[in-house]
Protein backbone atom coordinates (compact mmCIF):
# COMPACT_ATOMS: atom_id res chain seq x y z
CA UNK A 1 0.00 0.00 0.00
CA UNK A 2 0.99 3.70 -0.81
CA UNK A 3 1.56 5.06 2.82
CA UNK A 4 0.65 9.01 3.16
CA UNK A 5 2.25 10.85 5.65
CA UNK A 6 1.00 14.73 6.45
CA UNK A 7 2.29 17.39 8.84
CA UNK A 8 1.67 18.91 10.79
CA UNK A 9 -0.76 16.75 13.11
CA UNK A 10 -2.17 20.08 13.70
CA UNK A 11 -1.37 23.80 14.22
CA UNK A 12 -3.53 26.70 15.45
CA UNK A 13 -3.38 30.21 13.20
CA UNK A 14 -5.76 33.12 13.48
CA UNK A 15 -8.33 34.56 10.62
CA UNK A 16 -6.67 35.99 7.62
CA UNK A 17 -3.23 34.27 8.21
CA UNK A 18 -1.96 31.70 5.42
CA UNK A 19 -1.48 28.30 6.08
CA UNK A 20 0.34 24.97 4.51
CA UNK A 21 -0.40 21.69 5.18
CA UNK A 22 2.17 19.38 3.43
CA UNK A 23 1.45 15.47 2.56
CA UNK A 24 4.45 13.22 1.32
CA UNK A 25 3.55 9.23 -0.21
CA UNK A 26 5.97 6.78 0.28
CA UNK A 27 6.50 6.43 -3.61
CA UNK A 28 5.91 8.24 -6.70
CA UNK A 29 2.29 9.09 -7.14
CA UNK A 30 2.51 11.87 -10.01
CA UNK A 31 -0.53 13.97 -9.40
CA UNK A 32 -2.71 11.54 -7.86
CA UNK A 33 -3.21 13.40 -5.15
CA UNK A 34 -6.40 14.96 -3.91
CA UNK A 35 -7.36 17.23 -0.33
CA UNK A 36 -10.54 17.56 1.91
CA UNK A 37 -11.78 18.99 4.29
CA UNK A 38 -13.52 17.14 7.21
CA UNK A 39 -15.50 19.72 9.93
CA UNK A 40 -16.78 18.18 13.18
CA UNK A 41 -19.13 15.63 12.95
CA UNK A 42 -19.55 16.24 9.25
CA UNK A 43 -18.46 13.71 6.40
CA UNK A 44 -14.97 14.77 4.16
CA UNK A 45 -15.49 17.56 1.36
CA UNK A 46 -13.30 17.76 -1.26
CA UNK A 47 -11.34 20.50 -1.71
CA UNK A 48 -8.79 20.03 -4.41
CA UNK A 49 -8.16 17.18 -6.80
CA UNK A 50 -4.89 15.68 -9.15
CA UNK A 51 -2.79 18.25 -6.77
CA UNK A 52 -3.63 21.21 -7.83
CA UNK A 53 -7.15 21.69 -9.38
CA UNK A 54 -9.99 23.70 -7.36
CA UNK A 55 -12.76 21.30 -7.08
CA UNK A 56 -15.92 22.79 -8.15
CA UNK A 57 -17.41 24.73 -4.87
CA UNK A 58 -14.19 24.83 -3.40
CA UNK A 59 -13.18 28.16 -1.54
CA UNK A 60 -10.72 29.59 -3.64
CA UNK A 61 -8.24 30.65 -1.04
CA UNK A 62 -7.35 26.78 -0.90
CA UNK A 63 -5.14 25.75 -3.38
CA UNK A 64 -2.73 23.07 -4.12
CA UNK A 65 0.42 21.90 -5.67
CA UNK A 66 3.35 18.70 -5.81
CA UNK A 67 3.77 16.35 -7.82
CA UNK A 68 5.42 12.72 -7.53
CA UNK A 69 6.08 12.30 -3.42
CA UNK A 70 5.96 15.64 -2.34
CA UNK A 71 2.53 17.92 -1.70
CA UNK A 72 1.24 21.22 -0.32
CA UNK A 73 -1.96 22.47 0.62
CA UNK A 74 -2.21 25.95 1.16
CA UNK A 75 -5.02 28.36 2.27
CA UNK A 76 -4.20 32.13 2.21
CA UNK A 77 -6.45 33.53 4.30
CA UNK A 78 -7.91 31.88 6.88
CA UNK A 79 -11.99 31.74 7.65
CA UNK A 80 -13.29 30.74 10.81
CA UNK A 81 -15.10 27.95 8.86
CA UNK A 82 -12.04 26.22 8.24
CA UNK A 83 -11.48 25.33 11.70
CA UNK A 84 -11.79 21.12 10.27
CA UNK A 85 -9.44 18.42 9.84
CA UNK A 86 -7.84 18.28 6.43
CA UNK A 87 -6.91 14.80 4.36
CA UNK A 88 -4.72 14.46 1.96
CA UNK A 89 -5.61 11.00 -0.51
CA UNK A 90 -4.29 8.85 -3.19
CA UNK A 91 -5.61 7.52 -6.11
CA UNK A 92 -3.31 6.12 -7.93
CA UNK A 93 -3.59 2.59 -7.02
CA UNK A 94 -5.91 0.65 -5.16
CA UNK A 95 -6.10 0.30 -2.39
CA UNK A 96 -6.62 4.34 -1.82
CA UNK A 97 -5.04 5.49 0.95
CA UNK A 98 -6.02 8.66 3.44
CA UNK A 99 -2.73 10.49 5.37
CA UNK A 100 -3.34 10.63 8.97
CA UNK A 101 -4.91 13.84 9.11
CA UNK A 102 -4.17 17.33 9.90
CA UNK A 103 -6.08 19.39 12.79
CA UNK A 104 -6.75 23.33 12.23
CA UNK A 105 -7.21 25.29 15.12
CA UNK A 106 -8.39 28.74 14.48
CA UNK A 107 -7.77 30.86 17.44
CA UNK B 1 -27.45 17.15 -7.08
CA UNK B 2 -26.51 13.71 -5.93
CA UNK B 3 -26.77 12.89 -2.80
CA UNK B 4 -26.07 9.49 -1.02
CA UNK B 5 -27.72 8.26 2.26
CA UNK B 6 -26.41 5.12 4.28
CA UNK B 7 -28.72 2.75 6.06
CA UNK B 8 -28.27 0.09 8.67
CA UNK B 9 -27.89 -1.18 11.70
CA UNK B 10 -26.32 0.78 14.13
CA UNK B 11 -25.32 -2.15 16.59
CA UNK B 12 -24.11 -5.47 15.20
CA UNK B 13 -23.26 -8.52 17.42
CA UNK B 14 -19.11 -9.87 17.36
CA UNK B 15 -18.97 -12.61 14.87
CA UNK B 16 -21.89 -11.15 12.77
CA UNK B 17 -21.80 -9.49 9.42
CA UNK B 18 -22.34 -5.58 9.12
CA UNK B 19 -24.90 -4.98 6.42
CA UNK B 20 -25.31 -1.84 5.04
CA UNK B 21 -27.46 0.09 2.05
CA UNK B 22 -26.27 3.44 0.47
CA UNK B 23 -29.33 5.08 -1.57
CA UNK B 24 -28.24 7.36 -4.12
CA UNK B 25 -31.29 10.02 -4.95
CA UNK B 26 -30.88 13.36 -7.57
CA UNK B 27 -29.07 11.03 -10.22
CA UNK B 28 -28.86 7.64 -11.49
CA UNK B 29 -26.38 4.95 -10.51
CA UNK B 30 -26.14 3.89 -13.98
CA UNK B 31 -24.79 6.91 -15.31
CA UNK B 32 -21.75 8.72 -15.63
CA UNK B 33 -18.06 6.87 -14.89
CA UNK B 34 -18.18 6.72 -11.16
CA UNK B 35 -17.43 4.19 -8.92
CA UNK B 36 -19.34 3.48 -5.63
CA UNK B 37 -17.48 3.42 -2.55
CA UNK B 38 -17.31 2.56 1.10
CA UNK B 39 -14.74 4.74 3.62
CA UNK B 40 -15.04 4.02 7.47
CA UNK B 41 -13.37 5.98 10.18
CA UNK B 42 -12.90 4.98 13.62
CA UNK B 43 -14.28 7.57 16.43
CA UNK B 44 -11.26 10.06 17.08
CA UNK B 45 -9.07 8.44 13.64
CA UNK B 46 -8.65 8.79 10.39
CA UNK B 47 -10.07 7.53 7.53
CA UNK B 48 -10.36 3.96 5.74
CA UNK B 49 -11.17 3.25 1.78
CA UNK B 50 -12.36 -0.29 2.44
CA UNK B 51 -13.44 -0.54 -1.64
CA UNK B 52 -15.45 0.11 -4.40
CA UNK B 53 -17.96 -0.94 -7.06
CA UNK B 54 -18.58 -0.32 -10.30
CA UNK B 55 -22.61 -0.82 -11.69
CA UNK B 56 -20.98 -3.88 -14.22
CA UNK B 57 -19.88 -5.57 -10.82
CA UNK B 58 -16.33 -4.95 -11.12
CA UNK B 59 -14.83 -4.24 -7.73
CA UNK B 60 -11.86 -3.88 -5.48
CA UNK B 61 -11.54 -4.30 -2.18
CA UNK B 62 -8.91 -3.34 0.56
CA UNK B 63 -6.36 -6.38 1.00
CA UNK B 64 -7.04 -5.50 4.83
CA UNK B 65 -10.65 -6.77 5.09
CA UNK B 66 -11.00 -8.18 1.38
CA UNK B 67 -11.65 -11.71 3.10
CA UNK B 68 -14.15 -10.09 4.82
CA UNK B 69 -15.79 -7.90 2.57
CA UNK B 70 -18.47 -8.26 0.01
CA UNK B 71 -20.70 -5.29 -1.72
CA UNK B 72 -23.18 -5.30 -4.66
CA UNK B 73 -25.21 -2.85 -6.73
CA UNK B 74 -29.15 -2.97 -7.39
CA UNK B 75 -29.47 -0.73 -10.29
CA UNK B 76 -33.65 -0.77 -10.08
CA UNK B 77 -33.59 0.73 -6.43
CA UNK B 78 -30.62 3.17 -7.35
CA UNK B 79 -28.56 1.58 -4.28
CA UNK B 80 -25.73 -0.24 -2.99
CA UNK B 81 -24.32 -2.35 -0.59
CA UNK B 82 -21.61 -3.22 1.85
CA UNK B 83 -21.27 -6.57 3.91
CA UNK B 84 -18.83 -7.23 6.06
CA UNK B 85 -18.28 -10.56 7.82
CA UNK B 86 -17.12 -11.83 10.90
CA UNK B 87 -16.95 -8.38 13.12
CA UNK B 88 -15.14 -7.56 16.06
CA UNK B 89 -15.34 -4.29 18.42
CA UNK B 90 -12.21 -3.04 15.91
CA UNK B 91 -14.72 -2.81 13.17
CA UNK B 92 -16.41 -0.20 14.92
CA UNK B 93 -16.47 3.21 13.02
CA UNK B 94 -18.25 5.89 11.32
CA UNK B 95 -19.17 4.46 7.34
CA UNK B 96 -19.58 6.44 4.65
CA UNK B 97 -20.86 6.01 1.44
CA UNK B 98 -19.10 8.06 -1.33
CA UNK B 99 -19.13 8.55 -4.89
CA UNK B 100 -15.65 8.50 -6.81
CA UNK B 101 -16.02 10.21 -10.05
CA UNK B 102 -13.46 10.76 -12.84
CA UNK B 103 -12.27 14.37 -12.26
CA UNK B 104 -12.55 16.98 -15.33
CA UNK B 105 -10.79 15.63 -18.17
CA UNK B 106 -8.06 13.57 -15.93
CA UNK B 107 -7.89 10.31 -15.52
CA UNK B 108 -7.78 10.73 -11.83
CA UNK B 109 -10.74 9.95 -9.23
CA UNK B 110 -12.05 12.21 -6.82
CA UNK B 111 -14.36 11.23 -3.46
CA UNK B 112 -16.51 14.04 -4.64
CA UNK B 113 -20.16 13.10 -2.89
CA UNK B 114 -20.45 11.57 -0.08
CA UNK B 115 -23.37 10.59 2.62
CA UNK B 116 -24.00 11.62 6.37
CA UNK B 117 -22.17 8.73 7.21
CA UNK B 118 -23.07 6.15 10.17
CA UNK B 119 -22.33 5.05 12.67
CA UNK B 120 -21.88 1.34 13.65
CA UNK B 121 -21.10 -0.43 16.94
CA UNK B 122 -19.56 -4.09 17.45
CA UNK B 123 -21.16 -5.21 20.77
CA UNK B 124 -22.66 -7.96 22.59
Known amino acids: DVQMTQSPSSLSASVGDRVTITCRAS??????LNWYRQKSGRAPELLIY???SLHSGAPSRFSGSGSGTDFTLAISSLQPEDSATYFCQQSYTTPYTFGQGTKLEIK | QVQLQESGPGLVKPSQTLSLTCTVS??????????WSWIRQPAGKGLEWIGR???????SFNPSLKSRVATSVDTSKNQFSLKLSSVTAADTAVYYCARATKMSSTSIYGLDVWGQGTTVTVSS
Open chain 1, 27 to 32: QTIGSY
Open chain 1, 50 to 52: GAS
Open chain 2, 26 to 35: GGSISSGTYY
Open chain 2, 53 to 59: IYTSGST
